[in-house]
């Protein structure tokens, strides 16, 4: 598939979540240097995988670290095997999350989810897994209810779980006893600050009033090196046909800030940090994207 195409897939949110969609972008630019495709060539594509979803900060994670990786093997096998197996330690980072997540969901547990998180799923599912009795509820997650996917996937997967309404999490939390709220991120700011599909910061709000631990599940490809440097990622809206066609002014933003003042835990594929020692996980793992430029 052409880097064209797999940018109108991410556009069009037909590639969703901030991992799938990281993934997606590499195997394209793999895809163009398997092709032959010089450096220039290469910084062409990774203009137009980049403005496809301005937010997603795996995005030009992704797509940098190949053009990173490009500059430094001359060459053409290296840079495949390189980049190759970089793809390759992203699809194993949701599966190692999963397992330290797993543990910290215990017996009788009773979680609430917000919007389609594939690594907070895979936490909740882990633990169903490893035969703890657990219920969950999830948001619908308007206006493009993201929430029935998570609904359809952790009741296929036999896990106890109930939809809600987005403006029924405040009384769910009361109400249903809730001990532990867990979401994923789109982007993880360098102070521990997380930037979420829209209503997050709602519910860190409300479990942080209702004293309700809030985690957040999610790969260090979503750090954000540009934080260091105290650039804030860009808050997209969407169509406003999304939540009505018939007002003529509607406000779709189609994500939120949560502040690390509310966030309990943040689980990575190396291991539970506080959200003040997402510092740490970028100045580990993301040096060369200083260096690069």
């Known amino acids: ?12 949110m037909e590639v969703r979540g901030a991992l799938r969609i990281a993934v997606t972008a590499a195997e394209a630019m793999l895809s163009e240097i398997m092709g032959g495709a010089d450096i220039p060539s290469l910084e062409r594509s990774a203009g137009v995988l980049k403005a496809a979803r301005p937010s997603a900060v795996s995005l030009p994670n992704a797509v940098d670290y190949v053009l990173y990786l490009s500059r430094k093997h001359e060459d053409e096998n290296t840079r495949i095997k390189r980049v190759e197996g970089f793809i390759e330690s992203q699809r194993k980072a949701r599966q190692k999350i999963a397992e330290i997540g797993s543990h910290l969901i215990e017996e009788g547990d009773v979680l609430l989810t ?73 982007t993880v700011y360098v102070n521990g600050d997380v930037i979420n599909k829209i209503g997050t910061s709602q519910v860190a709000l409300a479990a942080h009033v209702n004293d309700v631990d809030f985690m957040v599940a999610t790969e260090s490809i979503k750090f954000s090196p540009q934080s260091l440097l105290g650039i804030q990622t860009q808050i997209e809206e969407r169509d406003p046909r999304e939540v009505a066609d018939f007002a003529e002014q509607v406000f779709n933003p189609a994500f939120d800030v949560t502040p690390k003042e509310h ?23 993301y040096s060369w994207r200083l260096e690069d430029g």
């Not at 598939?1 to 069009?12: F, K, L």
């Not at 999830?138 to 896990?159: C, F, I, M, N």
């Not at 966030?263 to 793992?285: D, M, N, S």
């Open 114 to 186: 917000h919007c389609n998180s594939t690594a907070a799923t895979s936490v909740i599912k882990a633990a169903h897994s490893l035969g703890r009795k657990i219920r969950v509820f999830a948001t619908e997650s308007r206006p493009r209810y993201q929430g029935h996917l998570t609904y359809k996937d952790l009741s296929k997967a036999g896990v106890d779980v109930t939809l809600i309404v987005d403006s029924a999490v405040n009384f769910t939390l009361h109400e249903k006893n809730i001990d532990k709220v867990i979401v994923g991120a789109d």
């Open 1 to 12: 598939m052409s880097v064209e195409d797999t940018a109108e897939r991410i556009q069009s």
């Open 263 to 285: 966030i309990h835990q943040i689980i990575t594929e190396y291991g539970v940090i506080p959200p003040e020692a997402a510092y740490h996980i970028l100045k580990e793992h």
